[in-house]
Each structure stands twice: as structure tokens, then as C-alpha cells.
């Protein structure tokens, strides 16, 4: 897609910078793109690094919504070893994330099967990680729990070395909308926390990540998170063979209007199956992009919806990215199967 130069770029990735589109709301210059390359790689010049830290610090004196502070980043833990004979993904062993690789994952019957199994693997990680969920436990617990049980079935951390980052799942609290590094920071009573797990079996990833409450948790946090889950079930249900992509975003955007919550534009779905990131670009709000589902492609849908400002903020440590004025942010994910009868959810229990 050209980009006009009029535009500034724009940042959509579920895991990785990728890909540009219009937006009416910039994500600040923070990132270089290479021209014929679909990449968008992170420029932090000093000053800005320095504006970062500022901003940085100056919100996290304050208290975000008059009952909880705002996020600071804790002690990051060394990087997990992961067994020699377990099949890793490509790109472990470089920092420079792939990207999103042209053309649809579409399937043969071995393929399905094999997607199945390692969607299967990561709801049953997804599903215990969410049983650990209590006051008091580190995010770096929760992180080396799901790293042992993945690698125990014989599984790869696919998120462990994309592109550098540092640990086996992501744990996004609060106002953090995606990419948090799991650190010694504890959960507190009240907080909200989404875990997105994403394993490689057999050469193929599964994708999902759900939001869950620590705690006695207020009913506005509990309206969002029950509206973000809604967003994502309603979105599936419209998906079948022929169908355009862009009906995902609007069922999307309409149903979190309802409720005046905002739709974040710069994280998507995406396709997923032998490698991390794939077409299609699936966008979670209104939009004009082209594009048909078919039969047998696999792709996730992973909404991400705030109570205020949908403009992110991504922190020093290259990954981390909140809300601008720390309001509350979920997400759910499910990694799906287009059949001939509409979608198969394949990182469910």
C-alpha cells in the first residue's frame, strides 16, 4: 500500500510494527519505515528518549483514575532457557522482528490438524495461567510458569526472542494495552490483567490472550472487560468463507460504541499458522480495506478496547504500550479457522 507523504506513518501490529494505513490519530514519531519494505522498525532519537522518560515519569506521580496508580516498570528476570530438542521458530536468535510474511495461511487437512493441536495447547495454557491470577503473585511467576508448562509439551514461547523481546508471554495490566513484559511487579487487588500466549508446536503457532480480574475488581472495569469479550465473540460470528474482512472492524467498532469505549487502532489481527505474523491485516475498527476470507485460513481476531484515550504510548523498553492518560485497556484473542459452516474458535478448551 502507498502511502501518501502528506501522511504520517502509523504503526499496526498485534506483535510487531508492520504495516501503515490512515489514521486520524498519530503514534507519535517513534517509528522508521524502509520503503518496499512492510516493516516499521522503532527510531528513539536521544531527545525524544529523553521526552519519553519525562512524560514517563511525570505520569506515574500521579494516580490515574483516583484509586490506583499508575504503571511503573519492575526488575526483568534473565531470559528462560528452553530445552534443545524443542523445534524453535525461525526467528529466535535475531532481534529484527520478520514482520508480517505476504500471502494467507490457508491449510491442507495435516495443517488444520496441526493447528488445532497447538491452538488446543495454547488455551490450556492461556486457561491455567488465568488460574495463577491472584494478589500478590509476580508477573515474572506468572511468566515462568507458562514458559515451564509450554516447554513440557514439547512447545516453543513463540513471543521468547521476536524480535528481542525478553520473556515467554505477554501480561498487560491495566492501562497497558499490549506487549507487557512480565517483571517483579505484583499483582494488587483490583487490577485487571490480560496474559496472551502464543505457542509453536510442530512447526505451527497458536494464538490467544484473555483479560482477567485480580481480585475484587469495580464494575466499571468488569463492564469493560465483559463488552472487550462481547467485541471479539460477535466479531467471530460474522466470519465464514467470502466474507470481507473489513465486517470484522465494523461489528467491532458498532458494538463498542454502545458502551462509548474506544477502539484501538494501531494493534491488529492477523493471520497465523507456520509463521508468527501473516496476511491478512485484520483491523478492528470501520474501515475500506479489501479483502475476502476463504476456506481453511486461519488468522486471529484480537480487540482491544479502552474507556478513554485510544492513543498509545510506548515505553523505553521498546515493547510496553499504554494509554495516554492511563485509562483502563483490555483485549481478547482467539486464533480462528474459516470452514464452509462459518468459524471454528481453535484456541479454545
Known amino acids: 500500500m502507498v502511502v501518501p507523504s502528506s501522511l504520517q506513518p502509523r504503526i499496526l501490529s498485534s506483535f510487531a510494527g508492520v504495516r501503515f494505513i490512515r489514521f486520524a490519530q498519530p503514534v507519535q514519531h517513534l517509528f522508521r519505515f524502509n520503503p518496499g519494505s512492510k516493516h516499521v522498525s522503532m527510531q528513539l532519537s536521544r531527545s525524544l528518549s529523553g521526552l519519553t522518560d519525562l512524560l514517563f515519569n511525570r505520569r506515574n506521580e500521579d494516580v490515574a483514575d483516583g484509586k490506583r496508580k499508575r504503571l511503573r516498570p519492575g526488575k526483568i528476570s534473565p531470559c528462560r532457557p528452553v ?18 510474511a505476504s500471502g494467507p495461511e490457508v491449510h ?19 486457561e491455567f495461567a488465568g488460574t495463577l491470577v491472584k494478589p500478590g503473585i509476580s ?5 515462568q510458569a507458562v514458559h515451564q508448562m509450554i516447554i513440557d509439551n514439547g512447545a516453543y514461547p513463540s513471543p521468547l526472542g521476536y524480535g528481542g523481546f525478553p520473556k515467554s508471554v505477554c501480561t498487560s495490566l491495566n492501562e497497558c494495552i499490549c506487549h507487557g513484559i512480565p517483571d517483579s511487579r505484583e499483582l494488587e487487588d483490583g487490577d485487571i490483567i490480560n ?13 490467544t490472550s484473555a483479560t482477567f480480574f485480580c481480585g475484587e475488581v469495580d464494575e466499571e472495569a468488569k463492564t469493560l472487560v465483559q463488552v472487550t469479550k462481547e467485541c471479539l465473540y460477535k466479531a467471530i ?4 468463507p467470502g466474507v470481507e474482512f473489513k465486517k470484522i472492524g465494523r461489528t467491532i467498532n458498532d458494538h463498542a460504541d454502545k458502551y462509548r469505549y474506544g477502539v484501538v487502532r494501531q494493534f491488529v489481527g492477523h493471520g497465523v499458522g507456520r509463521v508468527f505474523h501473516a496476511d491478512p491485516v485484520v483491523l478492528h475498527f ?21 474507556i478513554g484515550s485510544i492513543n498509545p504510548v510506548m515505553w523505553d523498553d521498546d515493547w510496553t504500550v499504554v494509554t495516554e492518560d492511563g485509562s ?14 462459518g468459524a471454528e474458535i481453535l484456541t479454545q478448551c
Not at 525461525?90 to 508480517?100: A, E, K, N, T
Not at 496441526?114 to 491452538?119: D, L, P, V
Not at 496474559?195 to 494464538?207: E, P
Open 237 to 240: 460470528s460474522v466470519c465464514a
Open 328 to 341: 483502563l485497556s483490555a483485549q481478547f484473542e482467539h486464533t480462528i479457522l474459516i470452514t464452509k459452516d
Open 195 to 207: 496474559i496472551d500466549v502464543t505457542v509453536y508446536l510442530n512447526g505451527y503457532h497458536g494464538d
Open 139 to 143: 508477573t515474572d511467576e506468572i511468566d
Open 108 to 126: 491442507d487437512e495435516k495443517g488444520i490438524e496441526c493447528m488445532r493441536a497447538s491452538g488446543k495447547l495454547a488455551a490450556q495454557v492461556l
Open 286 to 306: 470501520r474501515n475500506n480495506e479489501g479483502g475476502r476470507m476463504v476456506l481453511n485460513q486461519t488468522f486471529t481476531i484480537e480487540p482491544m478496547l479502552t
Open 83 to 100: 530445552p534443545n530438542h524443542i523445534l524453535r521458530p525461525p526467528y529466535v536468535g535475531s532481534r529484527q522482528p520478520p514482520g508480517i
